[in-house]
């Protein structure tokens, strides 16, 4: 199955626009940008509005069928506000969002925002734009730098807000191991070519560094619109339950799960107006954007500012419950050794033994040093000396910042489980369909 390997995003008002008008959606598997229109205070709540809307999570059933029900949705509330305030009348935005599904990345799609797929040095994009100069490309009255240049490059024929209801792209994608996905507003695309697109993502050593030099080269290039950059880079991982129990010691799968970006601990939101590439960055945005942000979204930036910054700080293995295990006492000195303590000694070990086959039929869920979910085998203690009961049995791709609060417990508690109950859990939260 497909898991998370890295992710990065960010956000940038550019260098025309007052405001922020694009807003997007980040806690894996579930990936979504949404550029709104509309002008101030009208732009800025469909977007925000639409990726909200994904807040809780796909319902269940197929992952496709799944994002154009809440990508209708999103529209309906969108129509709705638009018709009922007139502040907010013709207000419009795009949405292009992705799910990681087991085998392939489902694709949703409404407007001029775009994915793409970088695979072996090659860009694909893989939605259609829903612009004028798009379909005219489409039926071949343009060819595709005629329409870069094309002066109503940013009419676009089909949005969320428009109309009571919309018809929404969708596109699966069989996956490889290594794929990267890119998703991106027009603030992107209008302002620099494709092949530079390319040459950037080829040139850069991390997805952090890939999406800074994106926004960066949208921003030389005039920076016209508000710059937005979701990359997620995918590998193929076996499904853990299909391993044995016979197996003496499971390998650590892909160590390094989370890369570098860290994740928006609420799961989307607003970005900030100012230059808002993810975690540390966020937390040191220019004071000015902070006056357009309203209190709620202030402390959301706030909360994800503490658990970036907990992140980084973090750095042993921490499996036990935030306390330190009992470090025992110290050894008492004894001038010789009887013959009775050999003995104790002895069914001490034998003991011990029967135990540590025991504690290896039984599992918990925890968080590695990264803060990945991870399926431990054995008992959630260490003894003195370091000795641990436990071992680690599977890594997922989620990081307990991206699981939504309420069920944050059932992955930190280290309840014991069975293999078959732990796995369950962990996969329900790799494919996004924790139940709330
Ligand atoms: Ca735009």
């Not at 808002?276 to 357009?292: D, K, L, V």
């Not at 203690?381 to 069920?407: F, K, M």
């Amino acid at each position: 199955m497909l898991r998370i390997a890295e992710q990065w995003y960010g956000s940038d008002v550019g260098r025309q626009r007052q405001g922020n008008e694009d807003n997007f959606f980040v806690r894996a598997p579930l990936y979504v940008v949404a550029d709104g229109m509309g002008g101030a205070q009208a732009g800025e709540v469909a977007s925000q509005l639409a990726v909200e809307t994904f807040e809780p999570g796909l319902p269940d059933g197929a992952p496709d069928r799944g994002l154009v029900e809440l990508i209708r949705a999103a529209n309906a509330r969108i129509h709705e506000m638009s018709r009922s305030d007139s502040q907010r009348s013709g207000m419009g935005t795009t949405c292009t969002a992705a799910y990681v599904d087991r085998d392939e990345v489902v694709i949703a799609h409404v407007g001029d925002s775009r994915a793409y797929l970088w695979r072996n040095g090659d860009l694909s994009r893989l939605t259609r734009d829903h612009s004028l100069v798009g379909e005219l490309v489409d039926r071949g009255k343009l060819t595709e730098e005629q329409a870069e240049l094309h002066p109503q490059r940013s009419v676009i024929t089909r949005a969320l807000g428009p109309e009571p209801d919309v018809n929404v792209d969708t596109e699966r994608i069989a996956t490889r191991d290594g794929d990267l996905f890119l998703l991106c507003s027009d603030g992107l695309t209008s302002m620099i070519r494709e092949s530079q697109v390319a040459e950037l993502l080829a040139a850069s050593r991390s997805l952090e560094r890939a999406g800074r030099a994106l926004i960066a080269a949208a921003n030389e290039a005039g920076g016209r619109d508000n710059i937005t950059v979701v990359l997620f880079r995918v590998e193929h991982v076996d499904v853990p339950g299909a391993e044995t129990q016979a197996t003496t010691e499971a390998p650590a799968v892909g160590a390094d799960v989370t890369g570098e970006a860290a994740t928006r601990a609420d799961g989307g939101g607003r970005p900030a107006a100012g230059d808002s590439a993810g975690g540390e960055a966020r937390s040191a945005r220019a004071p000015s954007a902070a006056s357009r942000a309203t209190d709620e979204q202030e402390a959301a930036y706030r909360r994800d500012a503490t658990v970036a910054g907990e992140r980084v700080v973090r750095s042993s293995p921490p499996p036990a419950r935030g306390q330190e295990p009992p470090s025992g006492e110290k050894p008492r000195r004894r001038r010789r050794v009887p013959v009775g303590l050999l003995l104790v000694l002895f069914f001490a070990v034998v003991l011990l033994t029967s135990a540590f086959v025991a504690v290896r039929a039984v599992f918990f869920l925890g968080l590695d040093e990264k803060r990945a979910v991870t399926v431990y085998r054995g008992l959630p203690y260490e003894l003195p000396l370091g000795i641990d009961l436990y071992s680690r049995h599977y890594i997922s791709g989620v990081t307990i910042d991206q699981v939504p609060p309420a069920r944050r417990p059932a992955f930190t508690d280290h309840k014991l489980r069975s293999l078959e109950d732990a796995t369950d859990l962990v996969a329900q939260l790799e494919t996004g369909r924790l139940r709330e």
